[in-house]
């Protein structure tokens, strides 16, 4: 798991006038919205004795603790101590606060103490918004690492094991050479998946010929998303984004919207929301049988092929991300931060230095 990145932390329309906890990096979070309507994010640990603050109240735009009260405002700093009303309050006093962005009907939020200008950028889903398109969406539970949910979703030489013919012909899995065009914070590839035509009731027959389908999967650091492009014909387009978002080392939540350009009334969308979980249950039966359960540190661990290219791809910069020394600890914080000591992931105030109550989550010292 990685600090400094954007994740998504709920869709907008599931955060409304309350507080909700969300756990992220294995790290209990508190969102809410603050007077203005805009999403906050804080740490949900309550410096004083430990509450959890999203077990609390709003007052107005601030958060109160169930415990003694203390509030919080929307940067985390604590304005009010009711035992003490007329007392200045400590400087320590005070959780971190994330930076958020409400963009393409999720709220993201930047897990880390990068200043602004060094953040990553999120990813263009300009189809979201687009009238054009009609859009579904859902969430998955996985018993699986996040690293290892991405891979599956950057992997079209599974598909046909895993999902019959709904991506390719289990006759012929083989998959055409293909380039992975990378950028810095993304990656994709465009390849040519070969589907059998079925016809009747059902789609059960198969008639003997295939049609080409281009399939374009993708990666995308912020999310950290796994997104696809299909065109299942001239014309027609499906997209579809995954935020594969660590709950915690083992555990991955994802948050998922489907569109298409083909079909757009309403009355197909159970269908559609019930073929990607369909798909979703399938990866779900690999995935959590896989070992390791992480992604392994080294290359040698595994055997891998050309056609895994857009997961090497995809590895290789996640690796260069952790030599920025972004990796949490997991073994360290199994080990340390449990019983008599929390942690909580900084948020970009800390920069300023000055004192804060809990120490910071730990990270891992990668060396290239
Ligand atoms: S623990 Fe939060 S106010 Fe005391
Ligand atoms: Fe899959």
């Keep these: 798991m990685l600090t400094n990145l954007w994740y998504v932390v709920l869709p907008s329309a599931q955060l409304k006038d309350g507080l909700a ?76 606060a994330y930076p958020t962005v409400e963009r393409h009907g999720w709220i993201w939020a930047f897990l880390g103490d990068l200043p602004e200008a060094e953040r990553p950028p999120l990813p263009d889903l300009g189809w979201v918004d687009d009238p054009a398109v009609r859009v579904v969406s859902g969430h998955f539970d996985w018993d699986a690492s996040w690293d290892r949910v991405m891979e599956n979703g950057l992997d079209f030489a599974h598909a046909p094991f895993v999902h019959g013919s709904t991506f390719g012909d289990p006759d012929h899995p083989q998959i055409d050479a293909f380039d992975v065009q990378r950028q810095d914070w993304s990656g994709q590839a465009r390849m040519t998946m070969r589907r059998p035509v079925r016809k009747g009731w059902l789609r059960r027959t198969p008639t003997g010929e295939h049609v080409q389908v281009t399939t374009v999967p993708g990666y995308h650091f912020s999310g950290p998303c796994a997104t696809l492009e299909l065109t299942p014909r001239e014309g027609w387009k499906i997209h579809i984004v995954s935020a594969h978002v660590p709950v915690s080392a083992n555990r991955t939540r994802t948050w998922w919207m489907m569109g298409r350009t083909f079909l757009r009334s309403p009355l197909f969308d159970r269908r559609t929301i019930a073929s990607n979980l369909r798909i979703f249950e399938q990866d779900h039966e690999v995935l959590r049988k896989v070992r390791p359960e992480r992604v392994p540190d080294t290359w040698q661990q595994e055997v891998s092929v050309k056609s895994d290219g857009l997961q090497i791809a995809f590895r290789q910069r996640l690796r260069e991300l952790e030599q920025r020394g972004w990796r949490i600890d997991e073994a360290r914080l199994a080990r340390e931060f449990t019983g008599r000591t929390a942690c909580v992931v900084p948020g970009p105030e800390r920069r300023a230095g000055g004192a804060w109550a809990i120490p910071t989550i730990p990270l891992l010292d990668v060396t290239p």
């Excluded at 294995?26 to 203005?36: I, K, L, M, S, T």
């Excluded at 958060?63 to 200045?88: M, N, S």
Aim: with cysteine; proline share 8%; net charge positive.
């Design 21 to 96: 906890p969300v756990q992220l990096l294995g790290q209990p979070f508190v969102a809410f919205r603050d007077e203005d309507g805009r999403a906050r994010l804080l740490s949900d640990i309550c410096v004083h004795r430990g509450g959890s603050l999203s077990a609390g109240s709003k007052a107005g735009a601030s958060v109160q603790c169930p415990y003694h009260g203390w509030r919080f405002d929307k940067d985390g700093l604590c304005t009010h101590i009711p035992a003490q009303p007329d007392a200045r309050v400590p400087v320590k006093a005070r959780v971190d």
